[in-house]
């Protein structure tokens, strides 16, 4: 699929570096956006994921809320992405999706109405199929 429908079948993930659970994690995600149809591409920090989501290259974005300071609260990440993609999301053109390990976190991002989940509640495979509702 080329051209302005492409980012349709893509999903842009950022999560921790140099975290094992990280790497774990891509490879999980990647398997299942594989076999629901889509590319799936990485982002390993806040500048790679900001330069990943400028466009139309992707429908659906899922994040470390703190990508860039793993086990710190700066949430500036998560709030220049998402502010990104929010006119997309009111279109339902796109989907993001804020993961932290720490309740605290989540809670200050739904403060901020960012969407956001714990990773251990999140279900990476629900999330994708939401597009298709």
């Known amino acids: 699929m080329e051209g302005q429908d492409s980012y349709r079948n893509k999903v842009l993930v950022g999560l921790h570096e140099n975290a094992t659970f990280g790497r774990s994690l891509h490879q999980t995600y990647e398997r299942i956006a594989v076999a629901k149809g889509f590319e799936c591409d990485f982002a390993q920090d ?26 710190g609260e700066d949430l500036l990440s ?45 279900s990476f495979a629900k999330f994708l199929d939401q597009g298709f509702n």
């Open 46 to 71: 806040v500048s790679q994921m900001l330069r990943l989501s400028i466009g139309r290259s992707h429908r659906f974005y899922a994040m470390d809320l703190n990508l860039g300071n793993p086990g």
């Open 78 to 122: 998560a709030q220049s992405i998402y502010q990104i993609i929010h006119p997309r999301m009111r279109e339902k053109e796109a989907y993001f999706i804020g993961l932290s390990g720490s309740q605290a976190i989540v809670d200050r991002a739904r403060e901020l109405r960012i969407p956001a989940e714990l990773k251990s509640d999140f």
